[in-house]
């Protein structure tokens, strides 16, 4: 039918979106030569692995966890910029049937969810995040549309167990999401002097 047909308009969408990054992918690696170069170092040995969260020189930048991502890239076809967006366009894929599933599942109807992940493929930051090279939209967000799947199969677990394994995944999505960021290593610092913050404030019939 018509409306089963326009799920099918999203993924087009992206498609049609990445094309001219997939016929000129050597321009880009012009943003950010780091791609690669991390991609060579963290691919050199499983000691190189440990220090991803290692200081970055005097920058105080971290090295956060998406680099993974590309090192991965990096591993299967080396300099080749063709893969490397090759990958960030089957990320986008894959965040636009995350997307979809998440608002049927959430009750909205179809057209409704294809419009949500065609607006989603033309937002500004898509284009940067997916037409760039070192960026950490595209793993972050699939595995934020991983907890989003994960939040629908804990409402369908039926045992204890079953709901901790799925805890267990979105835990580990969303802790993936978080180390995405620059900032991932200082973000538990945060977290704790937020809840210490909470602690110390007065109960809200005394807050004025």
């Not at 498609?15 to 321009?27: D, H, K, T």
């Amino acid at each position: 039918s018509m409306q089963k047909r326009i799920l099918w308009a999203p993924f087009a969408l992206a498609a049609v979106f990445m094309v001219p990054r997939l016929l000129s992918p050597q321009f880009g690696f012009l943003d950010d030569a780091t791609t690669l170069l991390y991609g060579r170092q963290l691919t050199s040995s499983v000691l190189a692995l440990l220090k991803a969260f290692t200081a970055i020189g005097d920058t105080g930048r971290f090295i956060p966890a998406y680099w993974l991502y590309y090192s991965a890239v990096y591993w299967l076809g080396w300099a080749n910029p063709f893969l490397f967006f090759l990958a960030n366009a089957s990320c986008l894929m894959l965040i636009v049937g995350g997307i979809i599933f998440f608002v049927r599942y959430r009750g909205g109807s179809r057209i409704q969810a294809a419009i949500a992940a065609s607006l989603f493929v033309l937002s500004g930051p898509v284009l940067e995040s997916f037409y760039t090279g070192s960026q950490k939209g595209p793993p972050q967000l699939v595995l934020l549309c991983a907890a989003l799947a994960l939040l629908a199969v804990h409402d369908r677990a039926r045992t204890k167990m079953q709901r901790a394994l799925v805890d267990l995944g979105l835990f580990l999505a969303m802790f993936g999401a978080n180390c995405t960021m620059e900032t991932s290593v200082v973000m538990a610092g945060i977290a704790v002097a937020g809840y210490v913050t909470a602690r110390l404030c007065p109960p809200a019939a005394e807050d004025r």
